[in-house]
T-cell receptor, first 113, second 113 residues
Framework: DTAVSQTPKYLVTQMGNDKSIKCEQNLGHDTMYWYKQDSKKFLKIMFSYNNKELIINETVPNRFSPKSPDKAHLNLHINSLELGDSAVYFC????????????FGPGTRLTVT | DAKTTQPPSMDCAEGRAANLPCNHSTISGNEYVYWYRQIHSQGPQYIIHGLKNNETNEMASLIITEDRKSSTLILPHATLRDTAVYYCIVRVADGGQGGKLIFGQGTELSVKP
């Protein structure tokens, strides 16, 4: 059983397009996150939701919009894709903000051409 | 910004202990030391965490100096599957900042046969 799953695993698209990445966790966790790992392998937090409420919004362009329909899902929608958005996007979940362990998904490699 | 400093890379012979150092000289009294690792093309994986006492689990041991300004992650019998980037992270215990993890550059550990 996959704890944190993401779809799609690979996404290739052209500049200017709008795309979404989906994340689901079956761990019953309250908190979910999106991280971005750039070409230099630097991993950085983007967003965090706790019980469907946004609690972290790092300095991310407003072209990125997370949506949490329920606490098991956190999707990431990206408008007007740019070349610099190419990266691996990781979803993660934890039992709460106070939980010591975050469980990461397998990642979605986004390539913008 | 990450509050930790790690060597960029290390080698270890298979079957030997791997000792990965981390400096966190500005750590606050309410901050824990966490270790995660990222095996190539996978999401980060939690290893261990501690406050001031040494900790051990089935994966590794964590040794924290008495002044808490540095720590060492020990993989007692490294295998080829331990080849990964290891991240040392300091994070407040009370979920401050939404529980986000701030990743540095990590140490790329290569376990060689």
């Amino acid at each position: 059983d996959t704890a944190v799953s993401q779809t799609p695993k690979y996404l290739v698209t052209q500049m200017g397009n709008d795309k979404s990445i989906k994340c689901e966790q079956n761990l019953g966790h309250d908190t979910m996150y999106w991280y971005k790992q750039d070409s230099k392998k630097f991993l950085k937090i983007m967003f965090s939701y706790n019980n469907k409420e946004l609690i972290i919004n790092e300095t991310v362009p407003n072209r990125f919009s997370p949506k949490s329909p329920d606490k098991a899902h956190l999707n990431l929608h990206i408008n007007s894709l740019e070349l610099g958005d190419s990266a691996v996007y990781f979803c993660a979940s934890s039992g709460g903000r106070f939980s010591y362990e975050q469980y990461f998904g397998p990642g979605t490699r986004l390539t913008v051409t | 910004d990450a509050k930790t400093t790690q060597p960029p890379s290390m080698d270890c012979a298979e079957g030997r202990a791997a000792n990965l150092p981390c400096n966190h000289s500005t750590i606050s009294g309410n901050e824990y030391v966490y270790w995660y690792r990222q095996i190539h093309s996978q999401g980060p994986q939690y290893i261990i965490h501690g406050l001031k006492n040494n900790e051990t689990n089935e994966m590794a041991s964590l040794i924290i100096t008495e002044d808490r300004k540095s720590s060492t992650l020990i993989l007692p019998h490294a295998t080829l599957r331990d080849t990964a980037v290891y991240y040392c992270i300091v994070r407040v215990a009370d979920g401050g900042q939404g529980g986000k993890l701030i990743f540095g550059q990590g140490t790329e550990l290569s376990v060689k046969p």
